[in-house]
């Protein structure tokens, strides 16, 4: 079935940066975005940005801009979100989620789901 | 930046009964408004997309209504496996991004 794996658990130091990888399979890579959205403990869910997996374009959230990148390798099947300069309040679950509909008719809901990576930030 | 208002943000309800959530758009939305219920240790699930359409998979008892400003989803008879928390969330198109509303929790009365 249409999955989407990602990496394990980071912790990490105030000012360093993270990478996430999202790993989908058992669909046509190229023809759906990837958004990725977090979690902070006691918050709720909040979208960082979306990649288009075939040409790589991005677009992200205002919050983020600057400080997010994401990126694709189409060899592997696989995004990646690095989130740069991290602080004590980007401590959250991080998803990888796909858009429901074909990128041909435009992006909309969110169908599918990484399990979710947790990345802790503290010193 | 549409802001997404849910109402209430926790309701109290007993299985069997009706749970009726609100979300609501501080300026006027086109209707890709989705909502997705999330549990402790799980991923985000989609349960209606385009204001009342049902995802793959989703139980007729989920029930999604309304247009811009104000969005409602209907859980006609609650199950055990209902209790969560319910999110909306609405996509502005210049530029592209998404919003979430900051979620309802359904719990046992």
């Known amino acids: 079935q249409v999955q989407l794996v990602q990496s394990g658990t980071e912790v990490k130091k105030p000012g360093a940066s993270v990478r996430v990888s999202c790993k989908a399979s058992?669909?046509?890579?190229?023809?759906?975005?990837i958004h990725w959205v977090r979690q902070a403990p006691g918050q709720g869910l909040e979208w960082m940005g979306i990649?288009?997996?075939?040409?790589?374009?991005?677009s992200y959230a205002q919050k983020f801009q600057g400080r997010v990148t994401m990126t694709r390798d189409t060899s592997t099947t696989t995004v990646y979100m690095e989130l740069s300069s991290l602080r004590s309040d980007d401590t959250a679950v991080y998803y990888c989620?796909?858009?429901?509909?074909?990128?041909?008719?435009?992006?909309?809901?969110?169908?599918?789901w990484g399990h979710g990576t947790v990345v802790t930030v503290s010193s | 930046e549409v802001v997404l208002t849910q109402s209430p943000a926790t309701l109290s309800l007993s299985p069997g009964d009706r749970a009726t959530l609100s979300c609501r758009a501080s300026q006027s939305v086109s209707t890709y408004l989705a909502w997705y219920q999330l549990k402790p240790g799980q991923a985000p699930r989609l349960l209606i997309y385009d204001a009342s359409n049902r995802a793959t998979g989703i139980p007729a008892r989920f029930s999604g209504s309304g247009s811009g400003p104000d969005f409602t989803l209907t859980i006609s008879s609650l199950e055990p496996e209902d209790f969560a928390v319910y999110y909306c969330q609405q996509r502005s198109n210049r530029p592209p991004t998404w919003t979430f509303g900051q979620g309802t929790k359904v719990e046992i009365k």
């Open positions: 058992e669909y046509t890579f190229n023809n759906y975005y």
């Open positions: 989620a796909r858009d429901r509909r074909a990128k041909v008719q435009g992006p909309d809901a969110f169908d599918v």
């Open positions: 990649i288009d997996p075939s040409g790589g374009g991005t």
